[in-house]
């Protein structure tokens, strides 16, 4: 599975941006999807995730009630949109195929990540 990343870019505080993320091959409706965030200094965190079928979700705190994920398995697509954004979800974004779990190391493969800057 490959995964392209896109959607990132700089907006001031409060505003909103939506990620996607485009898998190529047969099984996208196999893994479960997640996604990442590594600001700079920091360890990769969790920020997202969503079943296989896209009936559970699962957020981090620190994003709970601004982010939603979503899947669309016919399109090979997942989507993060991003609202009420702060300072402090700067970051990397990457998408990840694998388990759904909330941990990075349960996920085979990694898109090549995409820019979000927030500023105040």
């Known amino acids: 599975v490959q995964l392209q990343a896109s959607g990132g870019g700089s907006v001031q505080a409060g505003g909103s941006l939506r990620l996607s993320c485009v898998a190529s091959?047969?099984?996208?409706?196999?893994?479960?999807m997640g996604w990442f965030r590594q600001a700079p200094g920091k360890e990769r965190e969790f920020a997202a995730a969503i079943s296989r079928s896209g009936l559970s979700t699962d957020y981090a705190d620190s994003v709970k009630g601004r982010f939603t994920i979503s899947r669309d398995n016919a399109k090979n697509t997942v989507v993060l949109q991003m609202n009420s954004l702060k300072p402090e979800d700067t970051a990397v974004y990457y998408c990840a195929a694998g388990s759904g779990l909330p941990f990075p190391t349960r996920y085979d493969y990694w898109g090549q990540g995409t820019q979000v800057t927030v500023s105040s």
């Open positions: 091959g047969r099984t996208f409706a196999s893994y479960g």
